[in-house]
């Protein structure tokens, strides 16, 4: 029989654990959850950036947060289709292909970079030291690109270089996807191909940059490379930055819980704030589905013009 006292010593059990009885509720059904982010870098430049973030969720959600290193675009679409991935970081391109294919998501938020701006551009390098100085120049040579769903290093280049007159699959004798952004420049820089698509946020901040800065990028005898050592040869127009989204059917108090934690991160713990972008980013700021719809649409021409062709 439930009586008063009983009732009493279940509101007090709760007291004692400083938590509302809805927190206990998704807690018992989210006792973990996982975090998956795109290949942007290898595995474990991704996992050495992103680790302090699901450290520092953990802390403040209240729960595990297990980091998972994706191993293409598509993996983080299709895990949150299942259900098994409940926050994400996308770019923009992978967010807004699950959005079209059915995937119910909620963006939270987006990186906010040095320049004041929460986006970015899709540029094209070659070397410095290659006659390549114009798209033009390329013409049936060999082009890098990063994954079918990266925006700056496949759907954005397709789209813009189209808009310009240029048909990617037309233009380069070969387009072959790298795998990731990293893999993309290295891909340039051994001689594998004349040219690679890339994200570029400001002079100071790119994959490039990032890479020079971890000793990634060496000249054949073996010196530094350095950012003149690339030559930027397209640029497309502004994009916006990717998101953090969560699962739509998530608890309404867990996903405000998370969001709140991802807009209090740059002060909470600048540490693992600054670890996302080398220290480069100024704050995490909200967005909306409505952020996305231009990247939307530039799917929705880049899948129609595939299909023409």
Known sequence: MITRRTLAAAAAALA???????AQDWKAKY????????????????????APLANYLSKAVGVPVKLRVASDYAAVIE??????????????????????TGVKVD???????????????????TLASSPYKTIEDLKGKNLA??????????????????????DVDKHFAKAVFAGSHENAVLALTQGTV????????????????????????????????????????????FLPEGPYAVLASLPDDLKAKI???????????????????????????????KDYQPII??????????KKS
Not at 79 to 100: C, D, E, L
Not at 268 to 285: E, Q, R, V, Y
Request: glycine fraction near 6%; charge should be neutral.
């Open 297 to 306: 649409d530039m799917l929705k021409f880049n899948d129609e013009q595939c």
């Open 79 to 100: 895990g949150q289709r299942a259900g098994n991935i409940h926050i994400a970081f996308y770019g923009p391109a992978s967010f807004a292909r699950a959005v079209m």
């Open 259 to 289: 969001r709140q934690a991802f807009l209090d991160m740059p002060t909470a713990d600048k540490a693992a704030f600054d670890k996302l972008s080398d220290g480069k980013d100024l704050s995490l700021t909200p967005v909306t589905l």
């Open 31 to 50: 006792p973990e959850l996982t975090l998956a982010v795109i290949p942007m870098e290898n595995a474990s430049g991704t996992n050495d950036r992103y």
């Open 194 to 237: 004349d040219a690679a698509a890339n994200l570029w946020n400001s002079e100071t901040d790119s994959i490039v940059t990032r890479m020079i800065t971890k000793g990634m990028l060496k000249k054949p005898d073996g010196t530094p490379m350095q950012k003149s050592d690339f030559r930027v040869v397209f640029k497309s127009d």
């Open 145 to 166: 690109l990063v994954d079918p769903n990266s925006t700056s290093g496949n759907q954005a280049p397709r789209f813009f270089l189209k808009r310009a007159g240029f």
């Open 107 to 125: 963006p939270m938020v987006n990186p906010q970079h040095e320049t004041g701006a929460s986006g970015y551009y899709s540029v094209i390098y």
């Open 16 to 22: 004692l654990l400083g938590l509302p009885a809805a």
